[in-house]
């Protein structure tokens, strides 16, 4: 508060037909709460029509089960293995999980690099690379001998019809890796190992890392039934009835849904709100057209508008004396994580100066006041659009259960809702504000997404060996 209240005594400072300008150009960016509440609606909507059997070709949120349909009621016990792919980094995981009556989960971890030609090279040599990844971490464990059970979270929007098997409907966040879209991911991880022969596992479960991450915070509350990623890319989670799941058979009981709400407005229903930078970033992408949401949220994309909001001002003269440095025309160049740092600078405008230096760019005061105002709006925007899109999940969740007054729990992860000094205040006053009928508390997990895919592989073993009883 204190920050934005200088923020706007600093930007006051700025002359005022120059602010006037600034202003101009970020109008569309400012999001009224009558806005929020219309986009909040439309997202509602497309929620219902991914659900619907009829309706999910059209619907740009894809709302695909997951078949997770239980939580961990704490039985569970073992030693499980989890790969955790999308994210900012790779991580192979041993979890044990122990029955002892204190719930306790012990993580071991070992992070891998993805280098980029990887992430867009060939499906085989991704797959082999974690393979081998899985038996560095094995070797070094001294597990090779044993054959154990893994959960593998596969952070991108797949078709499952079941636990075990998850087809890659597309990419996201970067990756491009070819001849893996349409195909079954656990089939292609199988093979790789197979391959090399020098150990073996048993794959349990495929798991999205908002899946992961809900399971992880539900372990500890048991009114967590949504699981919110605000990291490199973007997406929710929640508990659905099975009977408004038109896609799988059967009326009992829940099931848990991978929205995949990155993709909201890939029909063309944000495009009253998308800005030319918007436009810009998406034209320019990996994937143009796809994940629209995604890429007003998320940390792959919020530095990639911020740079193209400084470009177009500096070719209108609002900013470093009109000139363009070499380093600002590279895609990419300005990181979100500047977003944070530059919002975490409180007075002195040191840490914008610094970066703008090391972007080439000659900064005076009032382009440092300029562009903390552009980086504030740019995450205020997001952090606006993110809850409303949460507050249409937990809307939805009350009216499905009848209820006036709704209380719940949303497990959260990704780099960008736990390092940036705004986003989670926003994003939680948005959803109050959206639906005041829902209570809704924010759980941070540590190491969700890995955690969670070991406690659904251990639920699934749990069930499994029940049933050979
Ligand atoms: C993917 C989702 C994932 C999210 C957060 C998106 O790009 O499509 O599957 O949950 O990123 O990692």
Redesign the pocket.
């Known amino acids: 508060m204190i920050a934005s209240h200088l923020l706007a005594c600093l930007f006051a400072e700025l002359r005022h037909d120059q602010a006037q300008r600034v202003d101009k150009y970020l109008y569309h960016m400012r999001l009224s709460d009558e806005t929020l509440q219309e986009i909040s609606d439309r997202f509602g909507k497309d929620m219902e029509k991914g659900l619907g059997a009829d309706t999910n070709p059209t619907a740009s949120v894809k709302m695909l089960p997951t078949f997770v349909r239980s939580t961990p009621d704490g039985t569970e016990e073992g030693e499980f293995l989890s790969l955790d792919l999308?994210?900012t980094n790779f991580r192979v995981l041993r979890v044990k999980v122990a029955d002892n009556g204190s719930k306790k989960v012990e993580m071991e971890n070992q992070i891998y690099a993805i280098p980029e030609d990887l992430m867009r090279g060939s499906g085989a040599q991704l797959f082999d690379h974690i393979a081998e990844c899985l038996a560095s971490f094995m070797e070094q464990l001294q597990i090779k001998e044993k054959k154990l059970p893994l959960g593998f979270t596969?952070?991108?929007?797949?078709y499952q019809t079941k636990l075990d098997e998850s087809i890659l409907v597309?990419w996201?966040?970067g990756f491009k890796s070819s001849g893996v879209e349409g195909r079954d991911v656990v089939s292609l991880l199988r093979k790789a190992i197979r391959k090399r022969g020098d150990f073996d596992i048993d794959i349990v479960a495929v798991v999205?890392?908002?899946v992961g991450t809900m399971m992880t915070c539900g372990y500890d509350d048991h009114n967590c039934e949504v699981g919110l990623?605000?990291?490199?890319?973007?997406?929710?989670?929640y508990m659905e009835e099975m009977k408004n799941v038109e896609l799988v058979e059967g009326d009992e009981g829940r099931m848990c849904i991978?929205m995949?709400w990155?993709?909201f407005g890939d029909n063309g229903c944000l495009d009253d709100f998308r800005t030319e930078f918007d436009v810009a970033v998406d034209d320019n992408s990996l994937y143009p057209g796809k994940?629209r949401y995604?890429k007003m949220i998320?940390g792959?994309y919020l530095g990639e508008i911020v740079r193209n909001i400084l470009i177009n001002f500096t070719k209108r003269g609002l900013l470093f004396r009109g000139r363009i440095s070499e380093r600002l025309k590279t895609q990419d160049i300005f990181e979100t994580k500047f977003l944070s740092q530059i919002e975490s600078d409180r007075l002195a405008l040191l840490q914008v100066r610094s970066i703008l230096q090391h972007l080439g760019l000659e900064s005076t005061c009032d382009d440092s006041i300029i562009v903390k105002e552009v980086c504030a709006v740019v995450a205020r925007r997001a952090a606006q659009l993110c809850g409303a899109g949460m507050a249409a999940v937990v809307e939805k969740i009350r009216e499905n259960r009848g209820l006036d007054f709704f209380r719940v729990t949303v497990g959260v992860d990704?780099t960008l809702y736990k390092l940036h000094p705004h986003f989670s205040a926003v994003m939680h006053e948005t959803v109050r504000k959206l639906a005041p009928k829902c209570e809704v508390s924010f759980l941070q997990s540590e190491d969700g997404?890995g955690k969670g895919a070991a406690l659904i592989t251990a639920v699934a073993c749990r069930i499994r060996e029940a049933g050979q009883h």
């Open positions: 999308g994210g596969f952070s991108f929007p797949c597309n996201t966040k999205n890392d908002t990623i605000v990291g490199t890319g973007s997406n929710a989670c991978n995949e990155g993709a994940q995604e998320s792959k990704g997404s």
